[in-house]
């Protein structure tokens, strides 16, 4: 060997160098079946341990098994980490891990000039290349010149790492996930301590399952540092987050959680009636652990018998929840005006999604605003609350519960697709910073009558079934004010409909008002509710750092509004409301305010990115 040839062979096995970076991106794409969701999971968990900032955005999927090798059959997981509060998981992925060519296919466009690119030469044969739409191999051609390529026989080194293993392949196959998560762990300096513990659990009856999939994740790491597969490493510190104990969190999970919450607080059983629908199921599923806790839990033939048997357990005196997505909500209208004409506390969760009709299942979207304030018969207003972010559904959990009960009303609560399966860090709060929710039922009977009200609130008396001398009736036909006996006069109508209006209306007197970041007044505001507050937080920071005149505000109580935002709106002179439907919050705000808002709409199943938001930002301040 040359003294040449020496030192490039001394050169090409050094050890890479460790950079420090404050934040990366990285999304794991592969076939449904690759196990993507859970690779992306496994090194979310492993990150906040590390104690990481961080933010994601799993995308499943709309049928179930999609062919296998096909663009419509990509499942990914985004996760964004950082050393600092971040708000989003980032508009474009650092490193993309691509399983197969329908992977590469459906994900380069999205990832970063430079960026690291690991995939699977094993899954570029012909079949799938030509499944995935390729004419020519894109690992054989300059189209991927931009980034910075890393090939791997992933699926030919995890067969061989389990060689010596009694396992049909199969089995082998389905580990190969663990090689590139072990790979993605080494590029990023995470322990893999964390994943083996998992293992050993998650497969504690099942211990040679465990044993591969140990043996597979130990084989990708150390492929990258046998061969020196990169030339450099990256560290993220651990973020400066406010003190406490963290925990990492999924919006569906923190929403469930924050209505056992509720339930303690209040001390009402909770009951939840509820039919499956992507993505609100996991609620159910969730709240069926919660045994221990009084939770009972009802899967319903359908949708109409979900909210029924929920309006059912709120007239006996339990907190009653039921959960669905847009299509379900539709089926649900008739129900969600008995318990408003009955005047019984009700939440009603919608975790929205891409449609009309099925539309995206397991895409986001925000499009059933208008859908919750007018979707039923009649004048029949209902207060509505929106979650902003995975660890907020808690709290909006919790508020809704409030409203509900102190107010006598069905409450709905919206959340997203975006929102119910992302994740970030959940600082824990302090039990004794929870609102007091406690109900007191009536049980006086003497001056009883079930629409005699709370002269602040409105809200009619809570008598429980059963309770000696206040029996009395419910249903859906016309009631007389303060009697309750059904009615069919004019006047009252009239009185009764401005009625229920006007105790939907007074919330506005017991909400907080909006509150405006960055100046008070000034050239722009944007204006957002839901799962938009996360890109456009980010948008503004960046905006401002750069000298420009924007400020922010986000809803999280939609009806009412609060009692400032006109005052809010009047100071700013252009208005920008990212959403994602045609302009929903849009023509709320105008109607009501007579306010020039201009919509920034995104419908295409994915939420904002930062980079749009600034850039609509600039050319409003350029226009």
């Not at 970063?112 to 020519?136: M, P, S």
């Not at 987050?241 to 339930?263: E, P």
């Not at 229920?500 to 509710?529: F, Y």
């Amino acid at each position: 060997m040359s003294t040449e040839t020496k030192e490039k062979d001394t050169q090409a096995k050094a050890a890479p160098t460790v950079e420090s970076v404050d934040d990366v991106v990285v999304r794991f794409a592969g076939d449904s079946g690759d196990g993507m969701q859970l690779t992306g999971t496994q090194f979310t968990s492993t990150s906040a341990l590390v104690g990481n900032d961080l933010a994601t955005l799993p995308e499943f999927p709309a049928e179930i098994r999609a062919p296998q090798g096909t663009l419509a059959g990509v499942s990914a997981f985004q996760v964004r980490i950082a050393d600092y509060d971040i708000h989003t998981p980032g508009d474009a992925p650092d490193c993309l891990v691509a399983m197969n060519p329908a992977a590469l296919k459906k994900s380069i466009g999205d990832l970063k000039q430079n960026g690291v690119l690991i995939v699977n030469t094993d899954e570029f044969h012909d079949r799938n290349l030509k499944k995935a739409g390729y004419e020519v191999n894109p690992l054989e051609d300059d189209s991927l010149a931009a980034y910075r390529v890393h090939k791997a026989d992933i699926t030919t080194m995890t067969f061989r790492a389990l060689d010596e293993m009694d396992l049909d392949s199969k089995a082998k196959n389905r580990s190969r996930n663990m090689f590139a998560l072990g790979m993605v762990y080494y590029l990023f300096s995470r322990p893999i301590e964390t994943t083996i513990e998992w293992l050993n659990q998650k497969f504690a009856k099942k211990a040679d399952i465990a044993e591969a999939n140990i043996k597979v994740l130990k084989a990708g790491w150390n492929f990258c540092e046998i061969t020196q597969q990169f030339q450099v490493r990256y560290e993220i510190e651990p973020a400066k987050l406010q003190a406490g104990v963290y925990r990492n969190i999924m919006g569906n999970s923190a929403l469930s959680i924050g209505l056992v919450a509720a339930s303690r607080r209040s001390g009402l059983p909770l009951f939840l009636g509820s039919y499956p629908i992507t993505p609100a199921s996991d609620i159910l599923h969730e709240l069926a652990g919660y045994k221990s806790f009084g939770v009972s839990t009802f899967q319903a033939e359908d949708e109409i018998a979900a909210v029924s048997s929920a309006i059912g357990a709120a007239f006996g005196g339990a907190l009653a929840v039921t959960t669905t997505s847009g299509p379900g909500l539709a089926l649900k209208s008739e129900a969600i005006n008995l318990a408003l004409m009955t005047e019984l506390p009700l939440i009603v969760c919608n975790i929205q999604r891409g449609g009309p009709s099925t539309g995206l299942p397991t895409k986001t979207e925000q499009a059933d605003l208008l859908q919750v304030m007018f979707g039923r018969n009649s004048d029949s207003p209902v207060p509505v609350v929106a979650a902003s972010s995975p660890s907020d559904c808690f709290f909006a959990a919790l508020e809704a519960v409030r409203l509900a009960t102190q107010y006598m009303v069905p409450v709905v609560l919206l959340s997203d697709g975006y929102i119910a399966n992302g994740s970030e860090p959940w600082r824990l709060p302090e039990i004794e910073s929870l609102p007091d929710l406690r109900v007191e039922f009536r049980t006086e009977k003497e001056g009883f009558t079930p629409y005699m009200r709370n002269p602040e609130t409105l809200a009619r008396a809570w008598a429980i079934p059963g309770t000696p001398g206040l029996e009395h009736r419910v249903g859906g036909l016309e009631k007389e004010d303060v009697t309750g006996n059904v009615s069919y006069d004019p006047a009252n109508h009239d009185h009764m409909v401005r009625l229920r209006a006007d105790k939907v209306r007074r919330i506005a007197n017991d909400i907080p008002p909006v509150e405006v970041v960055g100046s008070e007044s000034g050239k722009v505001l944007v204006l957002g509710w839901g799962s938009t507050l996360g890109a456009i937080t980010g948008a503004v920071n960046e905006a401002r750092s750069k000298g420009l005149d924007v400020s922010r505000a986000h809803l999280k109580h939609l009806n009412p509004f609060p009692k400032n935002l006109g005052d809010v709106l009047r100071r700013f002179e252009k208005i920008i409301v990212p959403e994602m439907n045609l302009g929903q919050l849009t023509m709320l705000i105008r109607a009501e305010y007579l306010v020039d808002a201009q919509v920034f709409s995104k419908i295409e199943g994915k939420p904002f990115g930062r980079q749009e938001i600034l850039e609509r930002i600039e050319q409003t301040l350029e226009g």
